[in-house]
C-alpha cells in the first residue's frame, strides 16, 4: 500500500467514526437504533456487516410508546420553560460541509445529496427524535441539541435552513439542517423535538409537511414562503369521512378525536403507498376509523391484513359490513 493509499484509508475510517447516524425501525414513527452511515463504495464491506446486523436487530419493531416514540426515546425529562418562545434558526452564510455532500447508501437506498444551496420544496411525513439522541454527533460534527430549532434531511446541504409548514395546521417554523436521516417509513424530514413541538406533532408522532429550502439574503423569497405558509394563503383540504359501504375492511386504527384520525390517515397512506390501493376516514358511533378497503370478501381483505401487519409495526383488524 502506497502512503497515498494509506492516508486515503486513514481519512476514509476517519469519516466513517464520524458518521454515527440513525436507522428507524419501521414501525408508526419509526424512532431505533443508530447505524453506521457511510460512502460505501469506498468501504462496502464493514458497512455491510454493520448495516446486516443492525437491521437482524430492528427485524422485531419495539413497542410504540404514547406520544410516538420508541424505546427509551421521547421528550427529555426536565425540558426548559416556555418551549413556544425557542426563535425560530435564523438563515445565514455557511459554507457547506464538504464531507456530507458526497453520495451515500444507508439501508439499501443511495441518496445524492445537493451541493449547493438553491430552491428546494417537498412534501411528505415529518417525524422528530428526542433524548435518546440528545448530545450524539451528528452528521455537521455537532452535538445534537433537541432543544435548537434543527432537522435531518437526507439530501439537503448541511448546514442549510428551510421552513417547515405543518399542512394539517398551517404552523410553520424554520430549522437548520445539520443531520442525516429519516432513511425509514417514507418520512421526508426528522425534527428536533422543540421543532415538533412548534409545529404541534409531539404527541402524534409525525405528521404532513412542507419543505421550503431558505437561501440567506433572499429575504423576497423567504417572505414569499412565509405568506403561503399561513392558513388563509393555504388552506389544507380536510379527509372526507364516510360511512362504511358494505364489504369487508381492514380496520388499522379507531379514535375518538378526528385530528387524531386524520393525523395517523396521513401516516397510513404515506407508509403503505403502492401497497394498499384505498385507504379512508369512516365515522360512525361515535368514533373515527381508518380503514382500508373495501374488499370483495372477507379471505381478501385477511391477506391485505398480513400484508401490513408484515409492513408495520400494527396489528389491524379485519371487520365486514
Known amino acids: 500500500m502506497t502512503s497515498e493509499e494509506r492516508n486515503s484509508d486513514t481519512a476514509g475510517r476517519n469519516a466513517a467514526a464520524k458518521g454515527l447516524r440513525r436507522c428507524r425501525c ?4 419509526g424512532f431505533g437504533e443508530r447505524v453506521l452511515l457511510a460512502d460505501v463504495s469506498s468501504r462496502p464491506i464493514v458497512v455491510a456487516l454493520l448495516l446486516s446486523g443492525l437491521l437482524a436487530a430492528c427485524s422485531t419493531a419495539p413497542a410504540r410508546k404514547p406520544g410516538g416514540y420508541y424505546l427509551d426515546d421521547g421528550p427529555g425529562s426536565n425540558p426548559p420553560a416556555n418551549l413556544n418562545h425557542v426563535p425560530d434558526a435564523v438563515p445565514k452564510a455557511e459554507p457547506i460541509k ?32 428526542g433524548r435518546r439522541y440528545h448530545g450524539q454527533p451528528t452528521a455537521s460534527g455537532e452535538r445534537y441539541d433537541m432543544y435548537a430549532m434543527t432537522a435531518a434531511h437526507a439530501t439537503l446541504p448541511i448546514p442549510s435552513y428551510a421552513r417547515v409548514t405543518n399542512l394539517r395546521t398551517g404552523q410553520s417554523v424554520i430549522v437548520r439542517i445539520n443531520d442525516r436521516g429519516p432513511f425509514r417509513g417514507g418520512r421526508l424530514i426528522d425534527l428536533s423535538y422543540v421543532a415538533a ?8 408522532g409525525s405528521d404532513i409537511v412542507e419543505v421550503q429550502s431558505i437561501v440567506p439574503g433572499q429575504a423576497v423569497q423567504i417572505q414569499r414562503i412565509a405568506s403561503r405558509a399561513t392558513p388563509e394563503a393555504q388552506p389544507v383540504q380536510e379527509p372526507p369521512v364516510t360511512r362504511e359501504a358494505a364489504g369487508s375492511y381492514v380496520q388499522l386504527g379507531s379514535f375518538g378525536q378526528r385530528s387524531n384520525a386524520e393525523s395517523f390517515l396521513v401516516r397510513m397512506r404515506t407508509e403503505l403507498a403502492g401497497q394498499v390501493a384505498s385507504i379512508g376516514l369512516h365515522s360512525g358511533a361515535g368514533l373515527y376509523r381508518v380503514l382500508a ?26 371487520i365486514t359490513r
Open 293 to 318: 378497503g373495501p374488499y370483495p370478501d372477507r379471505e381478501q381483505a385477511l391477506q391485505a391484513a398480513a400484508l401490513i401487519q408484515r409492513s408495520l409495526d400494527l396489528k389491524p383488524l379485519v
Open 98 to 129: 464538504a464531507s456530507t455532500a458526497r453520495p451515500y447508501t444507508a439501508l439499501g437506498r443511495t441518496y445524492t445529496p445537493m451541493t449547493q444551496l438553491g430552491p428546494y420544496e417537498a412534501r411528505g411525513l415529518a417525524s422528530w427524535y
Open 26 to 29: 419501521l414501525g408508526l414513527c
Open 197 to 204: 413541538y412548534k409545529l404541534g406533532i409531539v404527541n402524534s
